[in-house]
């Protein structure tokens, strides 16, 4: 992959992750709860497949996401363990909102997810416009 061709997709998926924020927004407001902690996984999700892909890192899984996460950014300090934390949080209540019949989301719940959501959003915005990547 090619410089140009790694910043494109760095773009496309920061422009997706975007989508599913607002996506995530637009269920919560319907009280769709669920699936708006989903979408906020996703919206995240999207923030990481951008980060990753800016040390050519496209992990299969998403697991392997935050495998990759902590071996390339949080191991060497690069980013603080916050980061993997929160989006092992988000995976986790992803997974209970897609799989599980029995989840239940609250508006501060979903309110909570958010910020994490925020927070990871930011923070890896931040390092790939410090880093020169966007």
Partial sequence: ???????????????????CLKSADL???N????DAVSRLYYYVYHYMRALLL???????THE???RVLGMHFIKPQILPTTVAHAFARLMK????????PLY????DD???FKKDAVFLSTTIEAYLKDNGYI
């Fill in 93 to 100: 209540y992803r997974e209970e909102a897609d799989y599980s």
């Fill in 110 to 112: 979903y309110s909570e």
């Fill in 104 to 107: 239940f989301v609250t508006e």
């Fill in 64 to 66: 392997g996401i935050l």
């Fill in 1 to 19: 992959m090619t410089e140009k061709n790694k910043a494109i997709n760095m773009m496309q998926e920061l422009e997706k992750g975007k989508d």
């Fill in 27 to 29: 269920l919560a407001v």
């Fill in 54 to 60: 800016s040390k050519s890192l496209e992990p299969k």
């Fill in 31 to 34: 009280g769709q709860l669920a």
